[in-house]
């Protein structure tokens, strides 16, 4: 497996590197891999997740749009 070196990292970073990684219960190399992964990866979203959050928007908003309504903001938005 291939390996880097990070030189002249700064003191306040190591310093939350390493305070995460104990309160993960992991090593700062772990803990290193982990928040490149979190940052590197994309982040997998489960359909049920989408529909649990279009669900949670939907209640949020109150009332409705006529098709007149929708098509003015949508020429409001045009130049």
């Known amino acids: 497996?291939?390996?880097i070196t990070v030189k002249n990292i700064p003191?306040?970073?190591y310093n939350k590197l390493k305070q995460q990684a104990e309160a993960q219960h992991r090593?700062?190399?772990s803990e290193i891999i982990t928040?490149?992964?979190r940052s590197v990866e994309?982040?997998?979203v489960s359909p049920d997740e989408i529909l649990r959050q279009a669900r949670m928007m939907?209640?949020?908003v109150?009332?409705?749009l006529s098709a007149e309504e929708i098509q003015d903001a949508i020429d409001q938005g045009r130049p």
């Open 1 to 3: 497996m291939p390996s």
């Open 11 to 13: 003191e306040s970073i």
């Open 27 to 29: 090593s700062m190399n």
């Open 35 to 37: 928040c490149l992964e």
């Open 42 to 44: 994309p982040k997998r």
């Open 58 to 60: 939907r209640k949020k």
């Open 62 to 64: 109150r009332g409705s």
